[in-house]
């Protein structure tokens, strides 16, 4: 029988600078944690071994454990692994060559590790173990190389959410870098604010100092921007069946066509439908597999493009070209600061917190972000942001067939919506309000800590046992 593991807090450096980059990474779907992060893990552990040179590996082996074990077909864990030993990232893999690169590998019964050294490989070297939890996350995944005077290596990762590793027994890499307004709460956020009379987004764009110029800042940003319009432009193109086996069909290009407003936000009756339509695209586009900015996890890639949609094109949409650029940027340093909160104070990883850690997280980034371009101060985007977590304490992850379709799609239209009234909501006031954000967060990690593992991306409780599969 199943029982909830007891973990132990992995070693993290929590006043360690975040940057935007390190939060929003353009990579493939299905799952962050799930999908891009063991291809970063095995990624790493094939550079690893084939560098440290002769004698050099006949045969590596994977195993998964615990959520990554659960979950792992449906998510594409261990094709994601088999991709990272052939020496693919996420951000330079092309979601429509994978298929042809892995029926390459399984037809050869081979596989060039680290890209360049040639080894037997077969599925049977990638092992599940659905009833193990490491103790120290739920994402853990071993790494072994067989080299070829018979010695082994391995290494063990975790996959801590947003696609980010930590590799076990590594220490913590030492940082000389030191931003201009450091910050590890919310409160903090305020105190800088008041202090230096910025905005939230200015502070995080001046830290961004320490790792670039602000012209490569701005560069990243509209990369990402780009790369969730184009998201959602292609979701809505799309037609038929997802792949995993619940034959979910996908729906927005047909909910696209059935709207009725010339543009968006012609008829105000369909404000939201046009609202929950781009983020249902952007999700349907990953669990497809597709190109998808991870902002902050890929369970809930959906919310801050439509949020973003919905300020570009129904609020901003009589300003110019530049002003909406500007107000991108500004939407995307907002929501990463509050983002670097939940990183830092608790966690973005479905498998630690339940979907509070993934869509509540991206809705209480949208919430803030979306105050901010609508010309809140300091205080209410803070209190946009504790709106959109505080209505999402205690949601579970619980997919059905481990895949993130049901309910993980629409939910994201839901964290959207929720989102863009959180926002509304806090300008309203004036920003003073009971609850602050750094409570509700510390909130939601109590919760998550709290709450039964099988509710907690593992697909053995919730909807995911309820639910015939057909």
């Not at 970063?40 to 006949?58: E, I, K, N, S, T």
């Not at 590596?60 to 094709?79: E, I």
């Not at 319009?229 to 047909?254: F, K, M, N, T």
Request: hydrophobic residues 45%; negative net charge; aromatic residues 4%.
């Amino acid at each position: 029988m199943h029982t909830d593991p007891v973990t132990a807090p992995l070693d993290r450096d929590l006043d360690r600078p975040i940057s935007v980059a390190e939060l929003f990474t353009i990579g493939i779907g299905p799952s962050s944690s799930h999908t891009v992060g063991p291809m970063r893990a095995a990624f790493d552990f094939a550079q690893r071994v084939v560098g440290q040179g002769a004698p050099l590996p006949v045969r590596v082996a994977c195993d998964l454990y615990g959520s990554l074990a659960l979950t792992g077909r449906g998510h594409a864990t261990d094709t994601a692994a088999i991709l990272g030993l052939a020496g693919w990232e996420p951000e330079r893999l092309d979601p429509d060559a994978a298929p042809a690169i892995l029926a390459n590998i399984a037809a050869r019964g081979q596989l060039l590790l680290a890209g360049h050294h040639n080894i037997a490989f077969a599925d049977t070297d990638i092992v599940f173990h659905p009833r193990q939890f490491l103790p120290e996350h739920p994402n853990g995944m071993t790494l072994t190389a067989t080299r070829a005077d018979g010695t082994t290596q391995a290494e063990t990762y975790f996959s801590i959410g947003g696609g980010a590793i930590l590799r076990k027994g590594a220490p913590i890499a030492a940082t000389n870098v030191a931003v201009r307004y450091p910050f590890t709460s919310g409160a903090d956020l305020l105190v800088l604010g008041d202090t230096s009379g910025l905005s939230i987004a200015d502070m995080v764009r001046a830290n961004e100092e320490a790792w670039r110029t602000p012209a490569e800042t701005d560069a990243f940003l509209d990369a990402v921007r780009a790369a969730m319009s184009a998201c959602i432009d292609r979701g809505i193109a799309q037609e038929g069946i997802l792949p995993g086996g619940l034959r979910v069909r996908r729906r927005a290009h047909a909910i696209a066509r059935g709207l009725t407003g010339d543009v968006p936000g012609s008829n105000p009756a369909e404000v939201f439908e046009w609202v929950s339509l781009w983020a249902l695209a952007v999700n349907e586009e990953n669990a497809a597999g597709g190109r998808v900015v991870t902002a902050p996890t890929n369970g809930a890639a959906g919310v801050l493009p439509a949020v973003l949609r919905f300020y570009e094109t129904l609020v901003a949409r009589d300003t110019s070209a530049k002003a909406r650029g500007e107000g991108a940027r500004t939407f995307l340093l907002t929501a990463a600061a509050i983002g670097m909160l939940y990183k830092k104070r608790a966690s973005i990883s479905a498998a630690e917190m339940g979907c509070q850690g993934e869509v509540g997280v991206a809705c209480s980034m949208a919430a803030g972000a979306l105050a901010a371009v609508l010309g809140g101060c300091n205080r209410q985007i803070e209190n946009a942001a504790e709106i959109g977590m505080e209505h999402n304490l205690g949601l579970t992850c619980d997919p059905i067939g481990g895949l993130v379709q049901i309910p993980c799609i629409e939910r994201n239209t839901m964290g959207a919506v929720k989102a863009i009234n959180a926002a509304y909501l806090a300008l309203r006031g004036d920003g003073s309000h009971v609850v602050s954000l750094d409570a509700v967060i510390e909130t939601m990690r109590q919760t998550g800590q709290d709450m039964r593992s099988q509710y907690k991306e593992t697909s053995l409780g919730g909807l995911a046992v309820n639910v015939v599969e057909c």
